[in-house]
């Protein structure tokens, strides 16, 4: 007996899109009858039959909402699920949550794999590479089909839909303004995730604080080889004459507090740190790392709260909005 075919053994086989295949056995005029013949000559030869399942949750509300996110062992996306998951839950939705693993093509792959399946919106914080190559064609095709999303933390302003983030250059910008108002004058900025959007936007607050005081110097650091960063720290704590850091990410502030303990330097006596997220490194860092909280459970439960109330309360007129969680710096050892 021949194996039952899946809508996306269709697509490989052809080297097409899901939505694609999916829009092409219904015979929808966006696509071209060439690629009509093709998948219907296909799915023939296979009895290709859709799953009575899927068209079924597709065609009525599941109250179920995709989560696409970079990565889970970051503590701030594991703190924003758990935001999202209890918001959801609260108001009777389930959630299904993918890891795209900073990967472009497998958040295509996935929004297509959930937008054909069960879902009944989404919220999404780009991948790395996503906001690298900036190709955002598969959220498009989902405000196309008139499907709400959410984006929160890594947004792009290129797609109209809501989008729920914290003022990361307001952020920064209060980080600085503490370091400066503590006495420090010799300013660095360190980071691992300098493609990203909310890094640019952290490094732009920096860059304004510095820029307006003719007495402080700002020096700059991006890291982008994940497997050489101890080192390349390093270089730079025994390169430069500072007597301050700002981490854009968490992991740029501890590894800073290590290498500057293993050269001798004392925190935070010699170097004050601040970092951002408010994670596992910094609660358990030595000294504890001052930091910039985004508050992520909040981040992702309005998120969750917006997405909701779009879905319970359809408008046609509905107009997208941004809203913004405000972040707190946390004081603790290794600052003055």
């Known amino acids: 007996m021949r194996k039952k075919v899946t809508l996306k053994q269709l697509a490989k086989e052809l080297n097409l899109s899901i939505s694609t295949v999916s829009k092409s056995l219904k015979n929808d005029p966006e ?58 839950s609260k108001n009777g939705y389930k959630i299904v949550t993918c890891i795209t693993n900073e990967s472009y093509q497998k958040e295509i792959e996935y929004v297509e794999m959930l937008n054909y399946s069960s879902v009944d919106g989404f919220i999404i914080a780009l991948s790395q590479e996503t906001q690298v190559v900036n190709q955002l064609g598969h959220f498009t095709a989902l405000k196309r089909d008139k499907v709400p999303v959410v984006m929160f933390d890594r ?15 307001e952020a920064s910008k209060n980080a600085i303004q503490y370091l400066i108002d503590t006495g420090c004058k010799k300013i660095a900025v360190i980071t691992t995730i300098s493609d990203l959007s909310v890094a640019k936007l952290r490094l732009e607050g920096a860059r304004e604080v510095t820029n307006t005081n003719e007495h402080i110097s700002l020096v700059e650091l991006e ?39 293993k050269l001798g330097y004392k925190i935070p006596e010699d170097i004050s740190v601040i ?16 930091t910039v909280s985004q508050h992520a459970e909040e981040l992702g439960a309005e998120a969750a709260r917006i997405l909701v109330n ?19 710096l946390i004081l603790r050892d290794s600052t003055n």
Do not use: W
């Open 155 to 169: 947004v792009s302003n290129e797609i109209d839909c809501d989008k729920v983030i914290v003022d990361d250059k």
């Open 31 to 88: 696509i071209s009858q060439k690629t009509i013949n093709r998948v219907h000559e296909l799915a023939s030869f296979y009895n290709y039959k859709p799953n009575a399942l899927a068209v079924s949750l597709k065609s009525s509300k599941t109250n179920t909402i995709g989560v696409i996110l970079p990565e889970i062992l970051n503590h701030f996306f594991a703190k924003a699920l758990f935001g999202i998951e209890q918001e959801a």
């Open 275 to 290: 970092g951002f997220t408010d994670g596992l490194l910094s609660k358990h860092s030595y000294p504890k790392l001052t």
């Open 310 to 328: 779009q879905l319970d309360n359809f408008d046609e007129n509905y107009k997208t909005k941004t809203e913004i969680v405000k972040t707190s």
């Open 223 to 261: 890291v982008k080889d994940s497997n050489n960063i101890e080192n390349k720290i390093e270089e730079f704590l025994k390169k430069n004459e500072l007597d301050a850091v700002l981490g854009l990410d968490e992991t740029a502030a501890a590894i800073t507090i290590n290498m500057s303990h």
